[in-house]
């Protein structure tokens, strides 16, 4: 039932013509005449008296006025509870990361975004690779910082921030020669491999190598941390990347690798949400805070 259709009926009788209620309501009187007449129509009853004085309810009108004007204020109850759980959900932004990116990069980001959007609130998730994939696709995050991984981008949209060296992580006594470390040389080493979906970032680096010359997977599913303390305490040796090592302040060697790799971070986003304004203000303000950074 189209209550635009009630609507209009409720304002001619309050304004006593229909040519008045169309000129208020921004209609032409004949269209305003086919609207009453489709609502009659549909009702299967005549609801006007239309005479040379102008318009009023009919008996079975007079009948049915408290029940339409229940429905038009029901009506105008939703709409408006909808244009309010939108606006909460535009000052409210849900923001995926990973814990580097939430300890290096957003504070910054933050507090810029906020300067600009100061009725914005931040609801934070730091998650692995795929879990953070995942909610962006649900909806259940409005965008995510992560890595670039292909097979996981359908149905999203990329927004490329920065590329991160992928770094060889070694005991602080392990020598290197000419300040990196080339891939084959993990060849047999216990390699511990960090959070689940880091090995999405860092298998594709031991792609062209011989599978006689690949480390001792370990798959610890251990946070950052726990990995540089493992590797401290000489149990193995790992790939992290610069970002993650920045806020690391044990004796470790930190070595680039030969050749040298990233992972590709960005913002993603689902596709059709690319648009919404308070995304777009976020990947704008990332852009600005991370170029002022370098």
């Known amino acids: 039932m189209d209550t635009k259709k009630i609507k209009a009926l409720l304002k001619a009788i309050d304004l006593g013509s ?21 609502l009659e129509d549909e009702f299967g009853i ?35 509870d909808i244009d309010a759980i939108k606006e909460h959900s535009f000052s409210t932004l849900k923001i995926g990361a990973y814990s580097s990116v939430a300890r290096t990069w957003l504070p910054s980001i933050l507090e810029s975004y906020k300067l600009v959007n100061p009725e914005t609130e931040f609801l934070l998730s730091m998650q692995d690779i795929r879990t953070l994939y995942e909610a962006v696709k649900n909806e259940e995050l409005d965008c995510a910082v992560v890595s670039y991984q292909e097979e996981l981008m359908s149905g999203l949209s990329w927004t490329p921030l920065r590329d991160d060296e992928l770094v ?24 511990l491999m960090p959070s689940d979906g880091f090995e999405m970032d860092i298998l594709p680096i031991f792609g062209k190598i011989s599978s006689k010359l690949l480390p001792n997977f370990r798959y610890t599913n251990m946070d950052d941390a ?15 990347s610069r ?13 680039s690798l030969t050749p040298k790799a990233y992972r590709k971070l960005g913002i993603i986003v689902k596709s059709r949400r690319q648009g919404d304004k308070s995304i777009k203000n976020f990947i704008a303000t990332s852009k600005n805070v991370l170029n002022a950074l370098q």
């Open 226 to 240: 726990a990995i540089v303390s493992m590797v401290t305490h000489g149990l193995g040796v790992s790939i992290l």
């Open 18 to 38: 229909l040519s008045s209620a169309a000129e208020d309501l921004g209609y032409t009187q004949s269209g305003l005449t086919h609207m009453m007449n489709s």
């Open 46 to 80: 005549s609801l006007l008296i239309r005479n040379k004085s102008g318009v009023h309810l009919s008996p079975p009108g007079q009948k049915l006025l408290q029940d339409m004007k229940a429905l038009v204020d029901a009506s105008n109850k939703l709409e408006h």
């Open 243 to 255: 970002l993650i090592m920045q806020s690391v302040k044990e004796e470790i060697a930190v070595v």
């Open 168 to 191: 060889a992580i070694l005991p602080g006594k392990y020598s290197v020669e000419e300040g990196s470390f080339p891939i084959d040389y993990f060849s047999g080493m216990d390699f």
